[in-house]
């Protein structure tokens, strides 16, 4: 057996104890008594060093060696550079920081599930400080081994050869237009009659939706399925997606395009090749690729007029005792669009989004770099919020800075009371998960998912393909060029290999004046 072959043997072994984990992962979130935290936390932790050690493996050292000089196909020798990346990635970290951050994160997001309705700020700094201290040890880490700055080598993690410099560059150009392109659109929309939704919309009846509207996007139930969480995510492996969301009885908006978001996520996942199944060049390119696809879905698809045309008979379909005049395509397409800047990163429009995840990188990318303290984070958030939105979240927690879970396990969706700091930063679960260096994939994912829909659009009718109820045009365009793709290319050649350029925010742009203001 050549050495390359021992490495993708080694490598099938790892991706075997990472389904268990993915799965165990997703039963913790979604379905798991809140009395079985520390056990699960635990046994996390212990699957955590155990998949530390197969990838610390002494051996693979002199593997990779001889790999290297071994006659490999083109897609061979890109399965060999992946496997190489991730285990220089693995052997960084020593064991013991891998399970005190597996331990860390688990009580703190735990934790986090009453501390945000509660609006404990205090409560839930006690956890995330550790958090904290051990994601700025990890980057300290990684910076080392680099030659990049903290920030960089977490970002790195993501997304694989973007560093701050290039981000700066793009969000400092997005925060001199979008400001006035968000008051140009408020300014068009404010003279428009829309009717909002009122009454009751039963749970029951909304996740049939959600079902209807995944088949729609041929969501393949073989090989997953739909559950609830307080945060909705995608997770699982691709041949058994899991993909949840959540409900709000008195407003089914949210939750049915959270669905739609997730499954482009999960039809991404399902889509990779499985020939390369298990092993790192199967899997997606970077967040942003991936995030790309489920805003692919959410907005390029899920709120244009044509997709909500064939959204409004299923609404109507669910929802037979509500007021029908609310599921109208013309009424829908203008909720669907409407743009009001608010507290809440999931729930907020196309246009004011990238002003949650700029505020969010500025922050994050700051306190990787030692640059502020997480004691800073409520007040820095606050005066962001005022800058980019026009908002206040003083004293407000739960829909700023504690709304997201990534930050809280070191793998780095009305105006507030006084002192309620549940709109405020205790909104996210990402803070839970430490995953520093990720928020800036969902604003790369907008870009690149507009730049997709442009290149689409040369050669596929997607107006069409949507009236007609039959995607798969949509569908083997995605298939062609990004999923059966993988990682077998680095980003920049995925998409120019897909678009004819690298990424341009020029399509993203473009897309949102398009859409709000012609």
């Known amino acids: ?42 046994a996390m932790a212990e699957l955590s060093v155990h998949l530390h050690q197969l990838g610390n493996a002494p051996q693979l050292a002199e ?27 693995t052997t960084a970290l020593p064991e013991s920081l891998v399970e005190a951050q597996s331990l860390a994160g688990s009580k703190c997001e735990h934790a986090w599930r009453s501390q945000r309705s509660e609006n404990d700020w205090e409560g839930f700094s006690k956890n995330f400080a550790e958090v ?54 408020q300014e068009k929309q404010a003279t428009e009659a829309i009717y909002l939704p009122e009454g009751n919309y039963p749970t029951e009846q909304q996740r049939q939706l959600s079902l209807d509207v995944m088949k729609f996007l041929n969501f393949d139930f073989n090989h997953g399925r739909l559950d609830v969480s307080m945060h909705p995510f995608c997770g699982g492996v691709p041949t058994d997606v899991r993909i949840t969301t959540r409900y709000d009885e008195n407003d089914f908006v949210q939750s049915l395009m959270g669905t739609v978001h997730e499954t482009g996520h999960a039809r991404y996942e399902q889509g990779l090749p499985k020939e390369f199944a298990g092993l790192p060049v199967g899997q997606a390119r970077s967040m942003g690729i991936h995030e790309s696809q489920s805003l692919f879905f959410e907005m390029q698809l899920g709120r244009s007029a044509e997709f909500i045309s064939q959204l409004s008979p299923l609404v109507q379909k669910n929802f037979v005792n509500a007021d029908q005049k609310i599921f109208e395509t013309d009424n829908l397409q203008k909720i669907y669009t409407r743009v009001n800047p608010d507290f809440i990163r999931v729930d907020a429009d196309e246009a004011t989004y990238p002003a949650h995840v700029i505020l969010r990188y500025e922050i994050e990318r700051d306190l990787m770099n030692g640059n502020i303290s997480y004691k800073d984070i409520p007040e820095l958030w606050d005066a962001k919020m005022q800058q980019y939105l026009g908002l206040t979240t003083k004293g407000n927690y739960k829909n700023g800075c504690m709304q997201d879970i990534h930050w809280t396990d070191g793998k780095s969706k009305i105006y507030p009371a006084q002192h309620n700091y549940r709109d405020g930063c205790l909104q996210d679960i990402h803070w839970c998960t430490g995953s520093f260096g990720y928020f800036p994939s969902y604003t790369l994912g907008a870009m690149y998912a507009a730049q ?67």
């Open 1 to 42: 057996m050549s050495h390359y072959q021992k490495l993708v043997q080694h490598h099938l072994k790892i991706s075997r104890f990472e389904h268990l984990s993915a799965i165990c992962g997703w039963d913790q979130a979604a379905v798991m008594p809140s009395g079985g935290n520390e056990a699960r936390s635990e």
């Open 132 to 185: 904290v201290a051990l994601s700025q040890e990890e980057a300290q880490i990684r910076a080392e081994i680099t030659g990049l700055t903290p920030y960089d080598a977490m970002l790195d993690l993501y997304e694989p050869g973007t560093t701050t410099e290039k981000l700066d560059v793009v969000f400092n150009d997005v925060k001199s237009w979008l400001p006035t392109l968000i008051q140009n659109i």
């Open 452 to 518: 997709f829909m442009a290149a689409m659009r040369q050669t596929v009718d997607v107006d069409a393909a949507i009236r007609s109820k039959d995607l798969s045009p949509i569908f083997n365009w995605l298939s062609t060029n990004l999923w059966s793709k993988a990682s077998l290319l680095s980003t920049d050649e995925l998409v120019t290999q897909a678009t004819g350029e690298v990424l341009n925010p020029q399509f993203f742009k473009t897309h949102l004046e398009n859409r709000y203001l012609k």
């Open 63 to 89: 593997w990779f060696d001889k790999a290297g000089s071994e006659s490999l196909s083109t897609n061979e020798q890109a399965s060999l550079r992946e496997m190489k990346s991730q285990w220089q990635q």
